[in-house]
């Protein structure tokens, strides 16, 4: 909401001349007057002259030597320099008064000059000068905003003269007004944390208004344990910490600064510059390996901390001596100095199946980090080797992205939030990772760090065999005991079978005897088969190596052993390799009822096709009994040389169609060789007596006549 006001100024001007010139409102810039209003040449004396144009009124009242000026509807962008002034005779804009102006917004839409943090019991003390030359004038007061209005909590009376010290007191509040200094000076004693809010010196103008003069942002809190840190630094050993703490308050310079740790609440200093001689000035002050320099003139105070060691983890802030000598704190940092990456323990393990999405978010609240790039790294012998990397941004706030391979990485700075996403997962994938954000030394800053596991999945039924292969490093996990073990809890791990003992009771019905594992270390390949399935068997395994007391994953299965239906047939071995990752035993226990309508289906068609064969085997069989019938009843020619077989004859049907004969053509080629018999029909007459160089035997086939019934 703008403020609206109405500006009147009654100026006096006591040349004698000067009521036969002129007179104008100018508005300063760049030291020249640029006429807003202007009245025209006076043609008498004791005369009062108006000009009035837009939302300016200039009145020039010759008998009271008087300019008086009017702008109503004021606005911000209002605010500058004006000048009454008249026209001389060369045609310059001489001043006869100037002012500043200033046109302000609603109290609540006016951002505080100041933050004030004290600690709760402690006594607020500020200064507020002011400058313009009526003010001394007018009432002060110490107002609390509230919804853009000022409630007065204390106020001084009317001021009697000039110089004077015009003091109030109301409850826990005093107020001076020292006209001498142009300042108003506020006490606040026993502060609560209810005490928090914003406050304003204001003076009472003429309208009833009050009318800012400095604005603060107070905030009162409890013991500093209870205080959250406003920003978190994450430095590696051996690194230096480097840190900035502006302050804006108008006394703080005038204030020693000291680098405090926070132990039970209290402010142990590390290093304190030593009371300030003048301004602008730079104080600075070394102890060990702390240096803290004050500069006055940017109102900053700059922190260095080198060789940093983890056991300089904790809270610190920047902190100045107030009156009472208390630490007031500036700026609050939790310093994490951490070791070596592969010493860090992750902050979190994330379990993932073959080809599914990793998907994590990593969040910041250090103050500089959003000005950083990210990175998503794999840590390997305690680097960082960035898979994705954002570049450097460019503006804030900034969604920043970046992609190579599967890996996509999203700074968010708006959010402060880094997003990981990893598609396509695979065993070989399962290692250290971590979010980090690139320093100015281009080291990587971890921001969060995950333990990923990819696992392969199994399935199989109850009372198959299962197969599985483990094929390993023979650098990394070459020598040692291969160990197949049953997870239980977050990070036990039960030993079902072992390299270097194998298990001789295959009859038993626990899972170690039924379990055989086998070490191929030429082919680098560890063998396990698991015999008999059981429901129970189901859960998580490790294919590791055993290196001291300590068990190495070398893979990772999620194993499913479904029940067999009644009516289902039982599958034969079921294995699994590496590459594939699959499993021959059938689908598992929640595709049973599927399998179960499918195998009733599949049967009612095996029925009607062996019913469909049967039928077609009877009716063929009926046919050749027929067929055969009917050609014992055939009539051939008697041949006249056995030789005539060799050759094809074709005989014609009778002309009678009654007759109950039929005439086929018999198409004979011989491919016999010299040893192989020689069958022939003939009627015993014709059988030669048996040669002693010929191997031929003779039989007598006789053809039982058959019924007229029966024929054809």
């Not at 700074?411 to 980090?436: F, H, K, P």
Request: aromatic share 10%.
């Amino acid at each position: 909401m703008e403020l609206r006001a109405l500006l009147l100024l009654p100026l006096c001007f006591p040349a004698r001349t000067d009521y036969q010139q002129q007179k104008a409102w100018c508005r300063v810039r760049d030291g020249q007057c640029e006429p807003l209003a202007e009245t025209t040449k006076p043609a008498q004396y004791s005369y009062r002259n108006t000009a009035t144009k837009g939302k300016l009124t200039i009145l020039d009242d010759g008998l009271y030597r008087t300019v008086s000026i009017t702008m109503t509807n004021l606005q911000t962008e209002d605010s500058g320099t004006y000048s009454c002034a008249y026209l001389s005779d060369s045609s310059q804009y001489i001043p006869l008064w100037t002012i500043s102006l200033i046109v302000f917004k609603a109290l609540q839409a006016q951002p505080p000059d100041a933050e004030k943090r004290q600690a709760e019991g402690s006594t607020l003390s500020i200064q507020c000068p002011y400058t313009a030359w009526t003010d001394y004038q007018q009432q002060k007061a110490w107002c609390r905003v509230r919804d853009g209005q000022c409630e007065p909590l204390a106020e001084t009376t009317k001021p009697a003269g000039y110089p004077y010290r015009n003091t109030a007191t109301k409850g826990k509040l005093t107020i001076l007004d020292d006209g001498l200094y142009s300042t108003v000076s506020i006490t606040m004693t026993n502060l609560q944390t209810e005490d928090s809010g914003t406050y304003s010196c204001a003076y009472l103008s003429d309208s009833s208004w009050y009318i800012p003069l400095r604005t603060i942002s107070l905030i009162v809190f409890k013991a500093l344990q209870a205080q959250p840190p406003d920003a978190e630094e994450r430095q590696a050993e051996g690194s230096t910490l480097s840190i900035q703490c502006p302050y804006t308050a108008w006394t703080d310079y005038q204030q020693q600064k000291a680098w405090c740790r926070v132990r039970d609440g209290q402010c142990e200093p590390l290093a304190e510059t030593t009371k300030p001689a003048g301004y602008p000035y730079r104080n600075t002050a070394t102890k060990g390996k702390v240096t803290i320099l004050d500069d006055r003139q940017y109102r900053t105070v700059y922190i260095t901390m080198t060789s940093l060691q983890a056991e300089d983890s904790g809270t610190y802030y920047c902190a100045y001596r107030s009156d009472s000598s208390q630490y007031i704190p500036l700026w609050t940092i939790s310093l994490i100095v951490f070791k070596a990456l592969q010493a860090q323990p992750p902050d979190a393990e994330e379990r993932q199946a073959e080809g599914s999405t990793l998907s994590i978010r990593c969040p910041y609240t250090a103050r500089t980090d959003y000005q950083q790039q990210k990175a998503w790294c794999r840590v390997r012998d305690g680097q960082c080797e960035p898979l994705a990397e954002t570049t450097k941004p460019a503006g804030y706030p900034y969604r920043n992205t970046a992609t190579k391979g599967k890996v996509t990485i999203l700074d968010d700075r708006q959010y402060r939030t880094v997003s990981i996403t990893m598609t396509s997962l695979q065993a070989e994938d399962s290692g250290t990772y971590s979010c980090a954000y690139r320093h100015n030394s281009y080291w990587y800053i971890p921001l969060w760090t995950i333990s990923l596991i990819v696992f392969k999945e199994l399935q199989t039924w109850e009372r198959d065999t299962l197969s599985v292969q483990c094929p390993y490093s023979g650098l990394v996990y070459g020598m040692g005991t291969k160990v197949w073990c049953r997870r239980e809890g977050q990070t036990a791990c039960k030993t079902v079978a072992r390299s270097d003992y194998p298990s001789t009771r295959h009859n038993s019905q626990a899972l170690q005897d039924r379990t055989l594992i086998q070490d191929d270390t030429q082919k680098r390949t560890v063998n396990i088969t698991m015999q008999k399935m059981q429901a129970q068997d189901s859960g998580m395994y490790w294919c590791a190596l055993y290196r001291g007391r300590e068990l190495i994953r070398i893979m990772d299965f999620q194993l499913s052993v479904s029940k067999t239906s009644a009516g289902t047939p039982l599958s034969g071995t079921a294995s699994t390799s590496l590459t594939t990752l699959s499993v021959t035993a059938p689908p598992p226990s929640s595709n049973v009822h599927t399998f179960n309508i499918l195998s009733g289906v599949l049967s009612i068609l095996f029925i009607l096709a062996l019913t469909s064969s049967v039928t077609l085997c009877v009716r063929q069989h009926k046919q050749l009994k027929r067929r055969g019938n009917r050609q014992a009843e055939d009539t051939y020619d008697k041949p006249e040389d056995i030789a005539q077989l060799d050759s094809t004859e074709r005989m014609e049907s009778p002309k009678d169609d009654g007759e109950d004969l039929k005439y086929v053509t018999l198409n004979y080629k011989s491919r016999l060789s010299d040893e192989d018999p020689l069958y022939c029909n003939v009627e015993r007459s014709q059988a030669h007596r048996k040669p002693e160089d010929e191997n031929v035997e003779y039989a007598i086939v006789a053809l039982k006549q058959l019924p007229t019934s029966e024929k054809g």
